[in-house]
């Protein structure tokens, strides 16, 4: 994976992450600054309830990939995969995991204690 658009996109990543990294410790001390507790019961409650979940949903995307590559190997006939698509896979299962745990905090953020 040579040339521009690898190059383009790898910097573009890059960028977002470097972004999102600045955001986050801005806000964090902002409301530092404020007097809000950085993680309160509620918050560690909602985390503890959001991050199973993610980790669930992380392990049956897995689960789903590699019975996929099984079925499609033994059965199907097809061939072995490429190096690529298992890398992709497993970047596949990070976003995954990593949206879903941002939802599942976003969602029971948002419905309360009940």
Avoid: C, H
């Avoid at 964090?28 to 409650?45: C, N, Y």
């Avoid at 949903?57 to 006939?77: P, V």
């Avoid at 690529?84 to 941002?102: C, K």
């Amino acid at each position: 994976m040579t040339g521009f658009e690898w190059l383009a996109s790898s910097g573009l990543i890059a960028a977002v992450i470097v972004l999102i990294a600045i955001l986050f410790v801005w806000r964090t001390l902002k409301d530092r600054r404020a007097g809000f507790p950085v993680a309160d019961e509620r918050t560690r409650r909602i985390a503890g309830r959001a991050a199973p979940l993610a980790l669930n949903a992380g392990s049956y995307f897995i689960l789903a990939i590699l019975f996929w590559t099984l079925i499609a190997r033994e059965f199907l006939g097809v061939p072995s995969f490429s190096e690529d698509f298992y890398s992709y896979s497993l970047i596949a299962v990070l976003l995954v995991q990593n949206l879903s745990f941002g939802l599942l905090l976003w969602y029971f953020g948002r419905r309360g204690d009940s």
